[in-house]
């Protein structure tokens, strides 16, 4: 029985890879994870995910897909120490209009270090018989322009053999080669575009202070692109195991310094608040080095734009479109992504002709409220574009300033511009009449003079 199953080879066993793999035995597969790292057996960094380092944050609408993908991953985490932190309730975020109330719940996020998501993912997707793991580099694919067959696999001792299988997933991340893959099998050059806000970022992991290890909130020092010192924010988000983990970022000419002591002044001098600085001198133990990257650029395939594509042949993740980490969508979007590639597979059956043509658009379809998020903002960055900011980018610009304002004293307005950050809602809410009235209203409280933290969450951090 088993053996008459299609075949799959994903190639790169991170979130995206792994959560397609899974969402290809939902739709009757038996599949082959190739991944060049060899995956370690625990929540422990490895060399693949150097963004690990960084703050992490999986929006609800991702974390509704990885649930509905991997029933009890939530739980997992939940059990490993991960809080459900519910928004704004638990967040104290100076948006470029002034501190969020912390109104009522709308959306939530889950703050777990990347090491123990990946770590839970892994658990359970290979716990799966249907999926097996094999270490080795994907070295190009094999077949035609119209039908891939299979792919070159480069094993450690740099042997290299074919893979060949029913589907091709392309999950190797912003690294990958999927479009010079393509024109080698004789297809046009694939539309591409990118959009880079120059953001670097650098993070260091600390100990909470013990009274503020359970229960803190995130806390969020948004950039101002109207402001002076253009891009610079930080994050401080508490994640399991009572660590703080703290993302400084700053755009072209303003980026954080990569040594402790510029690192802790930077949060207290550097951005539009120091809050996040004043709760590290608070008695919060640093627990390691500074880490930097500078990869940070949106950067976008359009494979679904393609005039012929291949039978056979899908890429998902980051390889498709990589987002600038700052509004944390990437993971989401992965595990959204991987849901709608188990629909298109279940209703067409793996292998049936059009099937991977299909499954790339539904990918596209994805993407694409998280890509405009991303890319609407960061146009205005100074030469994050060749050409600058459009007409049509000013205006929509303009509304988003409008309802983030109205957002900072008005708690229906937050609540529907958090579900659609946190991808529960399409962008289309924000048109809806009685927000467009609302939003050319304003505000209806004043704006708040200071961080919204409780007495109890001051006394907890040292403040
Ligand atoms: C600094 C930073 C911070 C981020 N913060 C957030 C956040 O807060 N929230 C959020 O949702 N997202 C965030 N992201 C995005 C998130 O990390 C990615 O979207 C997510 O990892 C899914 O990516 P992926 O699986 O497509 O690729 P990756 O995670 O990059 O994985 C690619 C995998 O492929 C393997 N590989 C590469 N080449 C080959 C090959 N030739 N053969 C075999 N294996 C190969 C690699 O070893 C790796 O395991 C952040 C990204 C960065 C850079």
Known sequence: MTEDRPTAVVLGGSLAGLLTARALVAGGARVTVVERDALPDGPVPRKGLPQARHVHQLWSGGARALEELLPGAIGRLRAAGVSRVPMTTDM?????????????????????????????????????????????EAAGLTGTGGAVTGVRVRAHDSAERTLTADLVVDATGRGSRAAGWLTGLGLPAVERREVDSGLVYASRLYRAPAAARAGFPVVNIEPDPRGSGT??????????????????????????????????????????????????????????????????????HFFERMPVWPENF???????????????????????????????????????????????????????????????????????????????????????????????????????????????????????????????????????????LTREERRSAGL
């Open 314 to 452: 899908l890429v998902v993740g980051d390889a498709v479109c990589a987002l600038n980490p700052v509004y944390g969508h990437g993971m989401a979007v992965a595990a959204r992504s991987a849901l709608a590639v188990r629909d298109v597979v279940r209703r067409r059956g793996l292998g049936s002709r059009g099937l991977a043509r299909q499954a790339q658009r539904a990918v596209g379809r994805t993407v694409r409220a998280a890509w405009d998020l991303a890319v609407g903002a960061d146009v205005f960055y100074p030469g994050a574009t060749e050409k600058g900011p459009t007409l049509r980018d000013r205006v929509l610009a303009a509304y988003v300033g409008r309802l983030l304002r109205t957002a900072a004293g008005n708690g229906r307005v937050a609540r529907r511009v958090t579900d659609v950050t946190a991808l529960e809602r399409g962008a289309e809410v924000l048109l809806a009449p009685s927000v467009v009235v609302a939003a050319v209203a304003g505000p209806l409280r004043p704006a708040l003079a200071a961080p919204p």
């Open 231 to 300: 891009g610079r924010g930080g994050v401080l988000m508490p994640v399991e195991d009572g660590k703080w983990i703290v993302t400084l970022f700053g755009g072209r000419g303003d980026e954080p310094p990569a040594c402790a002591a510029g690192f802790e002044r930077y949060a207290r001098d550097g951005l539009r608040h120091p809050l996040i600085g004043e709760l590290l001198g608070g008695g919060a133990e640093p627990l390691g080095e500074v880490a930097v990257t500078r990869t940070t650029a949106n950067r976008r």
């Open 92 to 136: 104290v975020a100076l948006s470029p209009y002034g501190w969020y109330r912390r109104w009522a719940e709308s959306a939530f996020m889950l703050p777990a270090s990347r090491d123990l998501l990946d770590w839970v993912v892994r658990q359970l997707v290979l716990a799966d018989g249907r999926i097996s793991l094999e270490r080795g």
